[in-house]
């Protein structure tokens, strides 16, 4: 699970090394750095479904640039046999005389799980990655909680990293652990990734929650890393649904989330199902992430798999959806080149039998009842290539999505940097 929880970060966030990087272009006096950072309030999975989150995620991507900032905020809301308060997180790039960093951060209130049996007004997670002028690497890890209690007793508001707790039955059998201020620090490569998690519940066996074993929820995440000298990044992710008000906030995170290594690599995430509330339901997601940079090569490769995914119990359904997209320089200079490897098994829009599995790229109609949809949408630059299969933008109000949202389904981007 934790593999594919980094998988989620790495390049929805995650990436330094060498002298100060200023806003001109690097010299062999100003080795180039990679950088990337990235924080969420809440992740909650239950039997195999994200049920929350993850909640204001804020995060800067793969990139070279310092100076960057990001924020996000979500409101308060419940979760299986709790709830959590207000979030608010932030990311950035920046460079002193000193060096440069970068630095994820997360705070939220209220938070309530296993009907109170874990209890903090407040938790806060903060991670940063730095690297001196002299060519210094350091990480640094930081989790605080006020009022903070498992299973009615209270705890320090700065616990010991890595710690954990165990929750019994009224009989003693042990149900749940709730860790701590878990922290990691690593040199891979020449990448130093810091990430840090204030707040872990994992059911490990029968309890009066009725809730799965197996079944986690996450407070306080975030994530930093810096990486250099590099010759060049890669980004990308793919995700399964998502939903945003018209005013661009997230109505619905980002599910089965899994994003690109900036400097090489691969990840999965996975789901026994994706959804949007009131809108779209579907049947396992899968996202599938996999990179490599050398002096010579940079290559990104993205694949999000749904089985079965119904928009409205069937006003829109599709046996099986691929949103599969890849980026590749074979050599320093050359051309990129961008593939779209994309597909529909089985789509079906009843009143609408023209369209079928080979509908054309950013095929637009109208479905009565769901608004504007766009098919197979694809948006192209000289360097990156971006997928939606199914994209919504929503004529009426259904459940909190208000008129205009926007509700995305299978979605892949690949990038060189």
């Keep these: 699970m934790n593999r594919k929880l980094t998988a989620i970060l790495v390049g929805a966030a995650i990436s330094g090394m060498a002298a100060p990087l200023t806003a001109t272009p690097a010299t062999a006096a100003s080795p180039l750095l990679g950088a990337s950072a990235s924080a969420y309030g809440s992740y909650v999975v239950v039997g195999g479904v994200v049920r929350s989150g993850p909640t204001a995620l804020a995060g800067i991507s793969c990139t070279t640039s310092f100076g960057k900032s990001a924020v996000a905020s979500s409101a308060a809301g419940d979760v299986p046999a709790g709830s959590v308060g207000a979030t608010r997180t932030s990311a950035t790039t920046s460079t ?5 960093s970068s630095r994820g951060s997360s705070t939220t209130s209220g938070v309530n799980l296993l009907k109170g049996l874990v209890h ?4 806060t997670s903060t991670s940063a990655a730095t690297r001196s002028v002299a060519g210094a690497l350091a990480g640094s890890n930081q989790s605080q909680f006020l009022g903070l209690k498992v299973g009615g007793r209270s705890l320090n508001s700065v616990p010991a990293p890595n710690s954990a707790v165990t929750l019994r039955t009224s009989s003693g059998a042990a149900f749940a652990t709730v860790y701590l201020n878990q922290q990691t620090k690593s040199v891979v490569g020449n990448e130093l990734r810091v990430a840090t998690t204030a707040l872990r519940v994992v059911i490990t066996g029968s309890n009066p ?30 995700y399964a649904t998502s939903a945003s008000h018209p005013d661009g906030s997230a109505s619905s995170s980002r599910t089965a989330l899994a994003g690109v290594p900036c400097t090489g690599g691969s990840g999965q995430a996975t789901l026994a ?29 993205a694949r999000n798999t749904i089985n079965a995914p119904r928009v409205l119990g069937g006003l829109i359904s599709v046996d099986s959806v691929v949103a599969e997209t890849s980026a590749r320089q074979s050599s320093p200079g050359a051309v990129p080149v961008l593939a779209d490897a994309s597909r529909f098994v089985g789509l079906r829009i009843p009143g609408l039998p023209a369209i079928s599995s080979s509908v054309r790229p950013n095929t637009v109609v109208t479905v009565p009842g769901v608004g504007k949809v766009t098919l197979h949408k694809v948006v192209r630059t000289s360097k990156s290539i971006e997928v939606v299969m199914i994209e919504i933008v929503t004529d009426r109000v259904r459940g909190n999505l208000p ?15």
Excluded: E, Q
Aim: charged content about 10%.
């Design 96 to 100: 002193t005389t000193t060096g440069h």
């Design 120 to 123: 903090a007004d407040n938790v």
């Design 273 to 301: 199902s994706a959804t949007v509330p009131t809108l779209v339901a579907t049947g396992t997601a899968t996202t599938d992430v996999l990179s490599k940079v050398t002096s010579t090569l940079r290559s990104s490769w």
């Design 209 to 238: 929650l009725g809730l799965p074993v197996g079944s986690r929820m996450d407070v306080g995440v975030s994530r930093a890393t810096l990486t250099g000298p590099v010759s060049g990044l890669v980004g990308g992710f793919g």
């Design 403 to 417: 008129t205009g949202s926007v509700v995305r389904i299978g979605s892949s981007v690949t990038s060189l940097l």
